[in-house]
């Protein structure tokens, strides 16, 4: 599969013709057709109805319309990114961040590189995933570090070969509604959840947070532990009383007249809540940004 071909085969969706896509692009077509005849032959999947006199995307075809712009518009970006690297003098590092709450901290973390290092400027990439998806981009090159929520059993960098700076730590506490009932608890108890819809923040499809927070809790019981893909629709729902949500303390993202933190109560033998934000890197990487940025943190960290 080349980038030509997902180009023309965007034409074509575009367009609903062979012919101009083809004039579009200066080619004959019966090149077109041929390119979008290799392309389903390549996939394994039907991409086009073919009419008379239009030309229809299937449902796979919809969707792979989709994804190809995607990728189109990332490489595009990537190779003007690449073009920037080339012709400019800074140090550039590429940072990834799991969630708004280390968001925050990141971004007060760049503001004050920006005015206290200003004789080592860097250019700062910055990206929002998953903790999995950031370890594995780390671990392969494609981020030189990231700011996670490590939270649990830690197994997560167990088998990785990531350095780490712990930044922050704290406690997950339990967001809900004041008018909740649970609300004129000082300590919420594993069994005070049973019943109760929980939520957690993932702008992925991420099991992570799930997996640590029922880790903390005893096996014995079933919990409703829910993700949620924006902190808008987290907030609104527990300010509501429908939910109630776990947030790592001391990284509180905005005020909210109408939500109440309380700590959740576990025995002794179970999991802590306790919470450390690392910044996570590679040991072999020598870029100057990483150096220069890791050498400010622990500086501000004493």
Known sequence: MEI?????????????????????????????SKQMTNLEN?????LFFRGSNKILLTQAGI??????????????????????????????????????????????????YQKLAKNKPINFHVTEASVEHLIADVTMGI????????????EHLLN???NNISLIEGEMVLGMSKDHPLAVKEDISPEDLLGQAILYYSNE??????????????????????????????QTLVALGQAIAFYPQNLPLFSNEWIVFRRLHSSKNISSQKYVIRL????????????YYRTFLINMLK
Request: charged fraction near 20%; glycine fraction near 6%; hydrophobic fraction near 35%.
């Open 280 to 291: 996570i890197y590679r040991s072999d990487n020598n870029i100057n940004g990483l150096q």
């Open 205 to 234: 499809s991420s099991t992570y947070l799930q997996s640590a927070f029922l880790a903390t809790l005893p096996h014995n019981h079933a919990y409703n532990v829910q993700r949620v893909g924006t902190i808008e629709q987290m």
């Open 42 to 46: 390549e996939l394994g999947i039907k």
């Open 63 to 112: 969707y792979f319309a989709q994804r190809s712009n995607e990728l189109i518009n990332q490489l595009n970006d990537s190779i003007g990114k690449l073009h920037d690297i080339t012709n400019n003098n800074l140090q550039h590092l590429r940072i990834g961040y799991f969630s708004p709450f280390e968001g925050r901290l990141l971004t007060s973390h760049l503001k004050k």
């Open 4 to 32: 030509e071909q997902l180009e023309t085969f965007l034409a074509v969706s575009q367009l609903g013709s062979f012919q101009k896509a083809a004039d579009q692009k200066f080619i004959s077509q019966r090149t077109v």
């Open 160 to 162: 990785t070969e990531l």
């Open 143 to 154: 981020l030189d570090c990231a700011y996670i929520l490590d939270y649990g059993t830690h």
